[in-house]
C-alpha cells in the first residue's frame, strides 16, 4: 500500500485532541486546589458568586488558590523542560538521516501517555501533583517543539519554491488554529454536561487514531541509502548527538558571512518574539478565573476559541500579503504590533465584553512564525533542513519554558495587587524582537536564488564511506 504525503491530517487531529484537554488542564488543577485551600465544593453556576464579594479572609484564600494554580504550572514546566528539548534536538537533527516520522510519532505517544495520565488522576481522584510526574515522563518523548519541528521539516522536504514553503507552513498554523478552536469551545459544553473524564477519554481515542496513521499511512520523506552490510552501517552512523552537533556546525559554516549573520538574527526575533508572547498567553486561563472576571467553563471555552482563530487570521494575512507583494519584515512587524496592542488592552480587561475584545487586535499573532521559519529554511541547503528545525524546535521548546516559568513566577508575585502587570511586561519585551529587525532591515536580506553555499565539510565518517567505496572492486 502506498503511502500519502499528507502530513497535514495529522497537525489538525493532534491541535483538535491537545486543545480537547489544554484549556482543562488549569481548570481541572485550580478546582482541586480549590477544594484543598478553600475547604469547600467548587461552585458550578453562571454568574460570578465564587468571587464577589469576599471578606478579608475568603480573599486572601483566593488569591493563595491563584498563586498556588501558577506554581503548580511553573513546577510542571521546570521539570519536563530539559528532557524535551535534549529529545528535540535528537531526534529532529537526526531526521536529515533517520527521517522526519520519528520526531513525529513519539510526541504523540508521549502526548498520548500525559492525556491517559490525567484520565486516572481525574477519574480515581488521585493527588493532583502526580500531574507533574506525567509532565515529566511525556517528556521523555519530546514535546510539540519536537512535534512541530518534524512536521515542517516534512513539509520542506516536499517543497522547492521559496513561497510555497512559506504558505504551507502558514498552513499548518491555520489548521492549528481551526482545530483547536472547534475543540476549545467543545470543552466548556463537555464539562458542563460529563466533567473532566470524557474528555480526556475522547482526546486519547484521538491520539490513537492519529499514531495509526503517522505510522501505517504517512510516507517517509528521508529515503535512506542502501547499506552495504551490518558492519559497514554501523561503522559509518554517527551518533544522534554528533549528527546533531554537525548539523547545526555545518548550517553556518557553509553559508556566507552575510547570511550567518541574518540568519543569527532571525533567531533573536524568533527567540525573543516566543519569549514575550508565549509567558503571557499561557497565564490568560487563569487570569479569566480571576475576579472581576471569574469565568465559568462555557466563557473559557468560547474564549480559548477566539484565541485560536489567530491562526486562520494570520494565514489570511500572510496570504494577502505575500500575494500583495508585502516585503516579509514588514510581515513580521505587523505580527509584533498586533501583540503589543492586544496585551496591553488585555491587561486593562476587567469586563467579560474587553477581555473579548482584547483578541481583536492579536488576530495577526501568528504571522512571524511561519515567515522566520521560511526565511531561515531558504538560507541553509536541503541537507541541513533537519538541523535548522531541530535547533528552531529547541529554542522555541527553550523559551516557551522558560519564559511560561518566569511568567508565573511574575504572575504569583503580583496577582495580588495587579494581575495585568504580566501582560504590559509581553508588550515592553516585544521591543527587542521590533529593534532587531529592524537591524536585518539595514543589514539586507540576500535572495535565496544568489546565495551560494560553501561545499560542506565532511565528517570523518563521510570520509570513510568514500574511502571504502574508493577501495571495493567492482564485481563484473
Known amino acids: 500500500m502506498k503511502g500519502l504525503y499528507l502530513v497535514e491530517p495529522v497537525v489538525a487531529l493532534y491541535a483538535f485532541c491537545s486543545f480537547l484537554i489544554y484549556p482543562l488542564v488549569q481548570q481541572y488543577v485550580y478546582r482541586r486546589l480549590w477544594q484543598e485551600l478553600m475547604n469547600t465544593t467548587y461552585p458550578i453556576s453562571d454568574n460570578t458568586s465564587r468571587c464577589a464579594p469576599h471578606n478579608s479572609s475568603n480573599q486572601t484564600d483566593f488569591n493563595e488558590v491563584q498563586r498556588q494554580a501558577s506554581l503548580f504550572s511553573l513546577y510542571s514546566e521546570l521539570l519536563s523542560t530539559i528532557p524535551s528539548l535534549i529529545v528535540t534536538l535528537m531526534l529532529v537533527a537526526y531526521s536529515d538521516r533517520g527521517g522526519r516520522k520519528t520526531p513525529i510519532i513519539l510526541p504523540l505517544v508521549g502526548?498520548?501517555?500525559y492525556t491517559l495520565s490525567f484520565l486516572t488522576v481525574s477519574f480515581f481522584e488521585l493527588n493532583v501533583y502526580l500531574l507533574i510526574g506525567a509532565s515529566l515522563l511525556s517528556s521523555l518523548f519530546g514535546g510539540l517543539g519536537t512535534f512541530l519541528g518534524g512536521c515542517f521539516s516534512y513539509v520542506s522536504d516536499l517543497c522547492e519554491d521559496g513561497s510555497q514553503k512559506t504558505l504551507r507552513m502558514a498552513g499548518l498554523d491555520m489548521m492549528i488554529g481551526l482545530l483547536s478552536g472547534l475543540a476549545s469551545i467543545s470543552t466548556g459544553y463537555f464539562v458542563r454536561a460529563?466533567?473532566?473524564?470524557?474528555?480526556?477519554?475522547?482526546?486519547?481515542?484521538?491520539?490513537?487514531?492519529?499514531?495509526?496513521?503517522?505510522?501505517?499511512?504517512?510516507?517517509?520523506?528521508?529515503?535512506?541509502?542502501?547499506?552495504?552490510?551490518?558492519?559497514?552501517?554501523?561503522?559509518?552512523?554517527?551518533?544522534?548527538?554528533?549528527?546533531?552537533?554537525?548539523?547545526?556546525?555545518?548550517?553556518?559554516?557553509?553559508?556566507?558571512?552575510?547570511?550567518?549573520?541574518?540568519?543569527?538574527?532571525?533567531?533573536?526575533?524568533?527567540?525573543?518574539?516566543?519569549?514575550?508572547?508565549?509567558?503571557?498567553?499561557?497565564?490568560?486561563?487563569?487570569?479569566?478565573?480571576?475576579?472581576?472576571?471569574?469565568?465559568?467553563?462555557?466563557?473559557?471555552?468560547?474564549?480559548?476559541?477566539?484565541?485560536?482563530?489567530?491562526?486562520l487570521t494570520s494565514f489570511v494575512g500572510v496570504l494577502g500579503l505575500t500575494y500583495c507583494g508585502v516585503p516579509q519584515l514588514l510581515i513580521i512587524l505587523f505580527g509584533i504590533l498586533s501583540v503589543v496592542s492586544g496585551m496591553i488592552v488585555m491587561s486593562f480587561a476587567t469586563t467579560t465584553?474587553?477581555?473579548?475584545?482584547?483578541?481583536?487586535?492579536?488576530?495577526?499573532?501568528?504571522?512571524?512564525?511561519?515567515?522566520?521559519?521560511?526565511?531561515?529554511?531558504?538560507?541553509?541547503?536541503?541537507?541541513?533542513?533537519?538541523?535548522?528545525?531541530?535547533?528552531?524546535?529547541?529554542?522555541?521548546?527553550?523559551?516557551?519554558?522558560?519564559?511560561?516559568?518566569?511568567?508565573?513566577?511574575?504572575?504569583?508575585?503580583?496577582?495580588?495587587?495587579?494581575?495585568?502587570?504580566?501582560?504590559?511586561?509581553?508588550?515592553?519585551?516585544?521591543?527587542?524582537?521590533?529593534?532587531?529587525?529592524?537591524?536585518?532591515?539595514?543589514?539586507?536580506?540576500?535572495?535565496?536564488?544568489?546565495?551560494?553555499?560553501?561545499?560542506?565539510?565532511?565528517?570523518?565518517?563521510?570520509?570513510?564511506?568514500?574511502?571504502?567505496?574508493?577501495?571495493?572492486?567492482?564485481?563484473?
Not at 277 to 293: C, H
Open 194 to 311: 460529563a466533567g473532566f473524564n470524557w474528555p480526556f477519554l475522547v482526546s486519547a481515542l484521538g491520539q490513537c487514531f492519529i499514531i495509526l496513521y503517522a505510522v501505517f499511512i504517512l510516507e517517509e520523506t528521508v529515503k535512506k541509502p542502501p547499506s552495504d552490510g551490518d558492519i559497514l552501517d554501523r561503522s559509518v552512523q554517527p551518533s544522534a548527538i554528533k549528527q546533531m552537533v554537525f548539523g547545526v556546525y555545518q548550517m553556518f559554516v557553509g553559508a556566507s558571512r552575510r547570511s550567518k549573520t541574518v540568519l543569527a538574527l532571525l533567531m533573536v526575533i524568533f527567540t525573543s518574539f516566543t519569549f514575550a508572547y508565549m509567558g503571557a498567553i499561557n497565564l490568560v486561563t487563569l487570569y479569566e478565573l480571576n475576579a472581576p472576571l471569574c469565568w465559568t467553563e462555557i466563557f473559557i471555552g468560547y474564549g480559548s476559541a477566539l484565541s485560536t482563530t489567530v491562526f
Open 111 to 113: 502526548t498520548l501517555l
Open 353 to 476: 465584553l474587553l477581555m473579548f475584545v482584547a483578541r481583536v487586535p492579536m488576530l495577526l499573532t501568528i504571522m512571524p512564525f511561519p515567515v522566520l521559519r521560511s526565511m531561515m529554511s531558504k538560507i541553509v541547503s536541503k541537507s541541513e533542513q533537519g538541523a535548522l528545525f531541530a535547533f528552531l524546535s529547541f529554542l522555541e521548546s527553550l523559551t516557551g519554558n522558560v519564559s511560561s516559568a518566569v511568567f508565573n513566577s511574575i504572575y504569583a508575585v503580583t496577582v495580588a495587587w495587579y494581575p495585568g502587570f504580566a501582560f504590559q511586561l509581553s508588550a515592553g519585551l516585544c521591543f527587542i524582537p521590533f529593534s532587531v529587525l529592524g537591524v536585518v532591515g539595514l543589514v539586507g536580506v540576500d535572495d535565496p536564488k544568489e546565495v551560494k553555499r560553501q561545499e560542506p565539510v565532511r565528517s570523518d565518517e563521510e570520509n570513510l564511506v568514500e574511502d571504502q567505496n574508493d577501495n571495493t572492486p567492482l564485481l563484473g
